[in-house]
């Protein structure tokens, strides 16, 4: 079955960094556009960041302001987020999600979806 799993999740100090890591199987990865999204408590899910099927293209939320990183190897089915200069209010639920193109991935177009990782930034 078809299975994104989210793994590098954890507490960290503001102004420190972290490097999520989401392993796809039971599907071809190569075909879809991947990205991330994140919840917090009392809030919608939004949309964060999305990389093309071979990495040439992305695209981020204004709220990560250039601090986030998307990257993926398609070798090992796997795609990562690096986020650096974390602040309180990157604390989230953030999961993992395929799509069918970049642009979709901000309004939700997606068709898997991970069970996410917590991230919690302290101040």
């Known amino acids: 079955q078809v299975q994104l799993v989210e793994s590098g999740g954890g507490l960290v100090q503001a102004g420190g960094s972290l490097r999520l890591s989401c392993a796809a199987s039971g599907f071809t990865f190569n075909y879809y556009a991947m990205g991330w999204f994140r919840q917090a408590p009392g809030k919608e899910r939004e949309f964060v960041a999305a990389?093309?099927?071979?990495?040439?293209?992305?695209d981020f939320a204004d709220s990560v302001g250039g601090r986030f990183t998307i990257s993926r190897d398609n070798a090992k089915n796997t795609v990562y987020l690096q986020m650096n200069s974390l602040k309180p209010e990157d604390t989230a639920v953030y999961y993992c999600?395929?799509?069918?193109?970049?642009?979709?991935?901000?309004?939700?177009?997606?068709?898997?979806w991970g069970q996410g990782t917590q991230v919690t930034v302290s101040s």
């Open positions: 999600a395929a799509g069918s193109t970049v642009a979709g991935f901000r309004r939700k177009q997606v068709r898997y």
């Open positions: 990389i093309s099927q071979g990495g040439g293209s992305t």
